[in-house]
Structure formats: structure tokens, C-alpha cells
């Protein structure tokens, strides 16, 4: 973890943040509560000289979800990163089932599915080759993998202890209805497909925590329908969710963590 902010020396100061109201969401205490899973405490990430999240808290429970709000540049995605074991915070902690996720970085990866803007496909592959790939890459750096001949079979990649068998491959391209195209290849598919695709890896992946950038990118009624209740089984068998979004999402009883304007932490601000 770092103490200096990135693109500055030691002998350099942080900015002090502004007194702006700090967002937290269900902010942890000592002795955290039975069946809180994820907490994080006083996060804090620079990005060169600004401060793009200022000791930023929440904690979640099993089954539960947070939306993540706020204007272009706020830090939600950065959040998401961070979260996910992709970017250092500069200061703060994140706790799952109390201990540190920066303790073993291995064992955090297996248990996130991270959706980010891009769907993250390649183009001459088809569905279920992608979906596939992507199973056997997973299984590969999971401790608990289990040896098969066939990744678009019965296993999938980062299964943790308390998850259910839910879903093999068959299962993951129904619950996107991708099954008539499962055969296409990546490059034919549009914007929605494509974001079905990614979300069916994210069903594929078996980890209890769900990291969605803007999940509904792209998708119609329809699938929006169907990402609703890929969430709704996701938590009902105590899996989290921490999504960002600009439109409303099917999550009912979220909590929400609005995240202020880059502004008020230092004008200019990206992230």
C-alpha cells in the first residue's frame, strides 16, 4: 500500500482534501457484525497531485448490494478497481471477512468477477469459445480448480466454498438467452450481445462479489430483465454486488454511496 501519492516525490505533499462531506455507507465500527462481508475504511486513491476518493467507507453484507453513483470523474470506476485488486489504494483498508484483501492478492482475484467498460472479447472467437476460454484461464489460477477435459462442461473458474454448482456453460448462455448464439462469433455480435457475453462470464466466474461498471450498457428491456434476475440469484445465495450506474438497475433494496463531484476534490479531477 502506498503512502505517497503517485508522481510525487517525498519531499511532496498530498493536497489537503477540502472539508467535504465524507461518503460512507453503512460504515464499519469495531467489531463488525455477524454476516458483513466487505468493508472498507478511510479509502483513499490519488491520482498524481488530485484526490480522486477521499476516505471513502461502506460495508456489505452477504447477500447484499451497493450502487455507486456520481458525475463523470467522481471515482466510481476507480473505486471498482480498486475493489477488485487492480489498483492500489493510497491509503485506507479493504476487509473481507475481516481480513486484509492485500494478504493474499491470489485468493481476493478468485473470489471478484469485475465487469469493466469493454466487454473484453475476441473478435474471431464465438460465444462459447470466449465463454471458454475465459473458464479455462479462471480454473487455472484457482486453487480449488478442478481438472476437466471440457471447459464448456460443468466447471467454472474461482468456485468458492458456501457457492452453489450454478451455472455450468449451458446455464450461463441461457440466463443471457445466448443459447442461438452461441455459435456466432464475437465480431458479428452487437453492442448488446456483446455486453450479454460479458455478463455471462460474470455468471461463469462462481466468485461471491460482483464488480459491474455500468452493467446495462447497451442491453434493451429485454436483457435488462435478464441481468435483474442474474442478480437476484447471485444474492439470494449470498453473493455481492457493487455496481456503477447512470440509470436505474434491477437491484432492489441496494444501498447507494454517491460519490461527490470531481470538484470538490480537486478541480479537474479524472477517474
Known amino acids: 500500500m502506498h503512502n505517497t501519492a503517485p508522481g510525487t516525490g517525498p519531499d511532496t505533499p498530498h493536497p489537503t482534501p477540502r472539508d467535504v462531506p465524507r461518503p460512507t455507507a453503512g460504515a464499519a465500527q469495531d467489531g463488525t457484525p455477524e454476516g458483513t462481508a466487505l468493508v472498507v475504511e478511510d479509502l483513499c486513491v490519488f491520482r498524481g497531485n488530485r484526490l480522486v476518493l477521499d476516505a471513502v467507507g461502506f460495508s456489505l453484507g452477504t447477500g447484499g ?29 479493504v476487509l473481507w471477512h475481516g481480513h486484509p484483501v492485500g494478504a493474499d492478492t491470489a485468493a481476493h482475484a478468485a473470489r471478484v468477477a469485475y465487469l469493466g467498460h469493454q466487454d473484453a472479447l475476441k473478435p474471431g472467437l464465438s460465444v462459447v469459445e470466449n465463454l471458454a476460454l475465459f473458464a479455462r484461464a479462471g480454473r487455472a489460477g484457482a486453487d480449488s480448480a478442478q481438472d476437466s477435459d471440457n471447459p464448456a462442461k460443468d466447471h467454472a473458474p474461482g468456485a468458492q466454498r458456501g457457492q452453489t454448482a450454478w451455472p455450468n456453460m449451458t446455464d450461463a448462455l441461457a440466463a443471457m438467452d445466448l443459447l442461438p448464439l452461441a455459435d456466432l462469433p464475437a465480431r458479428l455480435l452487437s453492442a448488446g450481445q456483446k455486453r450479454r457475453t460479458a455478463l455471462a462470464r460474470v455468471l461463469l466466474a462462481r466468485a461471491p462479489l460482483w464488480l459491474l461498471d455500468e452493467p446495462s450498457l447497451g442491453l434493451d428491456h429485454a436483457a435488462i430483465d435478464l441481468l435483474g434476475a442474474a442478480l437476484a440469484r447471485h444474492r439470494a445465495g449470498g453473493g455481492l454486488v457493487i455496481a456503477t450506474t447512470h440509470v436505474p438497475l434491477p437491484l432492489p433494496d441496494a444501498t447507494t454511496l454517491t460519490l461527490p463531484p470531481a470538484d470538490l476534490h480537486d478541480e479537474g479531477a479524472y477517474a
Do not use: E, F, M
Request: net charge positive.
Open 65 to 93: 448490494a451497493l450502487l455507486l453513483r456520481g458525475p463523470n470523474g467522481a471515482g466510481k470506476s476507480t473505486l471498482l478497481r480498486v475493489l477488485a485488486g487492480l489498483r492500489q489504494p493510497d491509503s485506507g483498508t
